[in-house]
């Protein structure tokens, strides 16, 4: 089920088996989407890795994730664009600067446990009720139901993250970074380029992450050109040099060198191995 407003607001609400698979990888500008299992092992490849979902598990893609289908056995699919609801400008609990949908290179996952089952379902067949509405109130409504699926979604991923409490002001600072990551690594690559964005010192940044992740700034630019990299190695022939210069790099020895320090092996032979790279992954609580 679609809804289509005036201004290109865009919402799809569809069960998901073997017979329309093929919705999961369809391109839609500026949107974002949740797969919600509902029966054990879906089988996705996503950006050239493989993944074993099982039942009541919920992943969030971007435009920007490159999803196959292997095998499907029932999922829930909630897709929306920017134009429908503009997460960027709601509250920051729903907010996708870094917390469901844009957190570099770590593909979302968080599992509905059954204590919280009854209100995934009575909001999907909510969903599904008002999608067949058609007055004046319609939008409203929808994005209402979508915001409150987001914040359900959003404690249940910091819970089995198990995300360091923050205050408002850094947890705000932590999300702004990773969206200003994806806006801008292919021309930003230092985290004193982020820190000026921010109105923060480098040192604040390296600081706040400490606090709340394994990771440094600099992991996660590097790790977000990296995924860029894997992605255009691995699904386009565009040659190396091009693919250098559009992640920002102005000659292709500087991007090779950067390439295998981060993955082992250079850009070339990256390519020449992508058949046979990527084993089955494990997600949580998963055995693959």
């Known amino acids: ?74 999922m829930l699919l909630v897709r ?15 907010g996708c600067r870094g917390i469901l949908f844009f957190g570099a290179s770590q593909l979302p996952v968080f599992r509905i446990p059954e204590g919280e089952l009854e209100k995934f379902d009575l909001l999907w067949k909510m969903f599904l009720v008002e999608m067949q509405s058609k007055d004046e109130l319609q939008i409203e409504m929808l994005q209402m139901m979508l915001k409150r699926l987001l914040i359900l979604s959003t404690r249940l991923y910091k819970e089995q ?59 996660i630019i590097n790790e977000r050109k990296m995924l860029e990299a894997r992605r255009l190695l691995r699904y386009t022939d565009q040659p190396v040099s091009e693919i250098a210069y559009s992640i920002g790099y102005e000659d292709v020895q500087t991007f090779s060198r950067f390439f295998k320090t981060q993955e082992g092996v250079s850009p070339s032979v990256f390519r020449e191995q992508k058949e ?13």
């Open 1 to 74: 089920m679609e809804f289509k407003g005036n201004t290109n607001e865009y919402l799809r609400l569809e069960r998901i088996t073997s017979d329309n698979c093929f919705i999961v990888k369809e391109k839609i500008e500026s949107s974002l989407s949740l797969l919600w299992m509902t029966d054990d092992g879906n089988h996705l490849r996503i950006d050239g890795k493989d993944y074993i979902f099982q039942k009541n598990e919920v992943i969030c893609l971007t435009e920007f994730h490159h999803t196959e289908v292997k095998q499907v056995s029932s």
């Open 161 to 219: 993250q198990q995300l360091a409490p923050l205050e408002k002001n850094n947890l705000d600072l932590v999300r702004e970074f990773n969206f200003l990551v994806e806006s801008h690594f292919k021309t930003k690559h230092a985290v004193a380029d982020y820190a000026k964005l921010l109105h923060r010192s480098p040192k604040t940044l390296s600081n706040l992450f400490a606090q709340v992740s394994p990771k440094t700034p600099l992991q």
């Open 276 to 288: 046979s790279s990527g084993k089955i992954a494990k997600t949580p609580g998963i055995p693959a």
């Open 80 to 94: 929306f664009n920017r134009p429908f609801f503009c997460i960027i400008d709601h509250d920051s609990e729903v």
